[in-house]
Structures are given as C-alpha cells and as structure tokens.
Nanobody, 127 residues
Framework: HVQLVESGGGSVQAGGSLRLSCQVS????????IKWFRQATGKEREAVAG????????YYADSVKDRFTISQDNVKKTVYLQMTSLKAEDTAMYYC?????????????????????WGQGTQVTVS
C-alpha cells in the first residue's frame, strides 16, 4: 500500500519560485507514475506534471511547460516539483497522485483511476 505526503507549499509573489516535495512510501517505487495535480477554487482538477520513477521520464501540461520541472530522488523516494516564474493562475491546492505500480505513458499520465492514491495536498498561493 503506497502513501504520499506532500510538502513545500506556501505564498509567493508572481515571478517567484517554490519547490514542492512528494515523499512516497512504497517498498519498491521504481515502477510508479507519480503525478502532480492541482485544483483551484471553483475550477476542475488539472494534471500538472508526472514522472515515471523507473526511468525518470517527465511529462508536463502545456500550461506549465518551461516553467515547472519534475524530478526524483531515488534514495529519498521523493518526487519534486520545482515551480518557477509563478503566476497568479498557478494558485491552487497541489496534490501528489499515483495509480500504484503502473508506469507513465504519454497518452495517459494525466488521468487518474477510481482507486488512485492521493496525498493530502499542499496549498500554493501566488499574489
């Protein structure tokens, strides 16, 4: 059973940066697709980025490409989301999500399953 714990959210001015962390508790995390989703108040949930922990291949939504970078630390079993050039529209609750031991694919990384595991979320506010 995998658990996800996010950290690193906060308040920042437009143009600033933040780094979110998602610690993954899994016996063998080498075959997971770890994703970041966000949800702003009154808006639908949106996939932001994903990473295949088996080969560290990253995936990004067009809205954050060139501004956000997803990466992983295999020793710490942690996925990071480095966010730069933040905009007011990046304000949202950010969630770490996984569908369990399934790899990422370009055509599906941005989807979730009914039994996906979600972290508790971390708030990012850009003013």
């Amino acid at each position: 059973h995998v658990q996800l714990v996010e950290s690193g959210g906060g308040s920042v001015q437009a143009g600033g940066s933040l780094r979110l962390s998602c610690q993954v508790s899994a016996t063998d995390w080498r075959n997971f697709c770890i994703k970041w989703f966000r949800q702003a108040t009154g808006k639908e949930r949106e996939a932001v980025a994903g990473i295949d922990t088996g080969n560290a291949s990253p995936y990004y939504a067009d809205s954050v490409k060139d501004r956000f970078t997803i990466s992983q630390d295999n020793v710490k079993k942690t996925v990071y989301l480095q966010m730069t050039s933040l905009k007011a529209e990046d304000t949202a609750m950010y969630y770490c999500v996984t569908d369990g031991p399934r790899r990422c694919y370009s055509g599906s990384w941005f989807l979730t399953l009914p039994d996906s595991t979600w972290g508790q979320g971390t708030q990012v506010t850009v003013s």
